[in-house]
T-cell receptor, first 114, second 113 residues
Framework: GAGVSQSPRYKVAKRGQDVALRCDPISGHVSLFWYQQALGQGPEFLTYFQNEAQLDKSGLPSDRFFAERPEGSVSTLKIQRTQQEDSAVYLC????????????FGPGTRLLVL | GENVEQHPSTLSVQEGDSAVIKCTYSDSASNYFPWYKQELGKRPQLIIDIRSNVGEKKDQRIAVTLNKTAKHFSLHITETQPEDSAVYFCAASSLGQGGKLIFGQGTELSVKP
């Protein structure tokens, strides 16, 4: 079956631009996570949705970062006024239930801010 | 909050040898410990996981051990093959956090033929 997909796969933005990153989770998966992975580092948690409810946004680095999942399926991570330190791979993951189940990752969106 | 430390950062072994990667965690409430393999430019993929009610779990050439008292867990790969070359990440999660994973810094494993 189809796995988690993300678009775009690559995004180059000029400093100050706004970007929107999309995640399509596995159909029927209740939980959706966003992680940020800097070069050579492990993924770092950004935010978590259970259906359409954003239950944890403790990892969002600043108020320039905003995520939504309005219908409990597709999610969008938006970064406003991008800065060079936002350059990273943004990974989306989904899991079937609401607990500690296997998280299936998407291929990521590589964001480069110039 | 939870902190996960992973060692070593790089590991080079000869094909057929064993490889061991170790992680420690800080939050005694953590009870779920997955391991992910990430090939260059690819998505992380789960290879094995363990829960705190189990001390060891094995799946073919891969095994994970957990010591709750010492708050550390390890990944063991036996009979390594060149296709095992990748970056491996450990992670920890605690009940009540919704499945949020805290990852280690990663270990780059190189298996030389």
């Amino acid at each position: 079956g189809a796995g988690v997909s993300q678009s775009p796969r690559y995004k180059v933005a000029k400093r100050g631009q706004d970007v929107a990153l999309r995640c399509d989770p596995i159909s029927g998966h209740v939980s959706l996570f966003w992680y940020q992975q800097a070069l050579g580092q492990g993924p770092e948690f950004l935010t978590y949705f259970q259906n359409e409810a954003q239950l944890d946004k403790s990892g969002l680095p600043s108020d320039r970062f905003f995520a939504e999942r309005p219908e409990g399926s597709v999610s969008t991570l938006k970064i406003q006024r991008t800065q060079q330190e936002d350059s990273a791979v943004y990974l989306c993951a989904s899991s079937l239930g609401t607990g500690q189940e296997t998280q299936y990752f998407g291929p990521g969106t590589r964001l480069l801010v110039l | 909050g939870e902190n996960v430390e992973q060692h070593p950062s790089t590991l080079s072994v000869q094909e057929g040898d064993s490889a061991v990667i170790k992680c420690t965690y800080s939050d005694s409430a953590s009870n779920y410990f997955p391991w992910y393999k990430q090939e260059l430019g690819k998505r992380p993929q789960l290879i094995i996981d363990i829960r705190s009610n189990v001390g060891e779990k094995k799946d073919q050439r891969i095994a994970v051990t957990l010591n709750k008292t010492a708050k550390h867990f390890s990944l063991h790969i036996t009979e390594t093959q060149p296709e095992d070359s990748a970056v491996y990440f450990c992670a920890a999660s605690s009940l009540g956090q919704g499945g949020k994973l805290i990852f280690g810094q990663g270990t780059e494993l190189s298996v030389k033929p």
